[in-house]
């Protein structure tokens, strides 16, 4: 036996309770979220648990999950190289899901949960966008990932007389709706019949719940809320009205002087305080800012960000144009 074989069950542990275990308890806990349309911690765990499901399966497979940090779509094609056909081409509607439903590809999904439950929105400064077919796109994902936490190319049983045993990643090749029960937070989250834990697991569960588990009416809904910055300090700064744009100033300066911002988004508050300035200079002179901050007509500055902020911008949903937040039940 190697050393490397030696310590795999030590590399287990810490992968299984530092990764595996804390993802089975953001998912479980972005269900119950989900469940009570608390949509900000619905895409904050969605996006923790996936990222840490992917981490397990580059660390059970010999490779580091350091370099990633939190990106899920660099996570994911990572991930992709080792499971190449195991995973999925399209998500596409399950047959027991009667609602409207998008197809998405695995990484345009992951694009669209980071977008909203990324580390830059946690404030919800860029706002969300929800659509009732996430949660079954978020359980289809963790289903195809979850599996995928293994040794995939080890010997399910090893052989003593020297003939070939099937390997993991043969085993769920064959069978590509089969996972193998890794006694964590979510197996035993399934087996304690009765518990809130469990009915926020299964409730609408199609990847999950056992076929006979009784499951109340689907939620078939969307949501959406635009970002508070936009409405209170962009918008107003944008206006044709002086007094508005004179409110807008006021707000952006207490912003940038009393909250930490990204780069991005403090780049496109000065920008937008620029051009107020330069569509009513004679509200320059009447302004009183603390910190003097009119001058920032003159030369933007370059605040302490994240490094790794993606490159976006505040702006209206799409889903919902012009509405800070208003949710759509349809219930059959």
Not at 93 to 100: H, V
Request: charged share 20%; proline share 6%.
């Amino acid at each position: 036996m190697s050393i490397r074989d030696e310590l795999l069950a030590d590399k287990g542990s810490i992968i299984k309770e530092m990764f595996l275990h804390t993802a089975d308890e953001n998912y479980i806990t972005a269900r119950w979220c989900w469940h009570n349309r608390l949509m900000t911690d619905f895409f904050w765990n969605s996006v923790h648990s996936l990222e840490k499901y992917m981490k397990a399966v580059l660390l059970y497979n010999g490779r580091s999950a350091k370099k990633f940090g939190h990106n899920l779509v660099s996570l994911y094609d990572e991930v992709s190289v080792i499971a190449g056909p195991l995973l999925p081409a399209q998500l596409t509607q399950p047959q027991r899901y009667t609602g409207f439903w998008v197809v998405f590809t695995p990484r345009q999904f992951l694009e669209k949960l980071d977008q909203n439950g990324n580390a830059e929105n946690r404030y919800l400064t860029y706002g969300f966008a929800q659509h009732a077919f996430y949660l079954p796109m978020l359980d289809m994902m963790v289903c195809q990932i979850r599996r995928l936490i293994v040794p995939l190319d080890a010997p399910v049983v090893r052989a003593n007389d020297g003939s070939p045993r099937p390997s993991n990643r043969d085993i769920l090749k064959r069978q590509p709706n089969y996972a193998f029960n890794l006694m964590e937070a979510l197996e035993r989250t399934i087996a304690a019949d009765g518990s809130e834990a469990r009915q926020a697991l299964l409730n609408g569960n199609l990847a999950f719940a056992p076929s006979n588990y009784p499951h109340p009416p689907f939620y078939e809904g969307a949501s959406a809320r635009n970002p508070v910055l936009l409405r209170r300090v962009l918008t107003p700064l944008r206006s044709d009205r002086e007094d508005n744009v004179r409110q807008g100033y006021w707000m952006a300066d207490w912003v940038l002087t009393h909250t930490f911002q990204s780069r991005q988004v403090r780049l496109e508050i000065e920008e937008a305080m620029r051009g107020a300035l330069k569509a009513h200079p004679e509200m320059a002179a009447s302004l009183d800012i603390a910190g003097q901050r009119t001058q920032v007509a003159a030369s933007p500055s370059v605040s302490p960000s994240y490094q790794t902020a993606p490159s976006r911008k505040l702006g209206v949903f799409a889903l919902l144009l012009g509405v800070a937040a208003l949710p759509f039940v349809f219930r059959r």
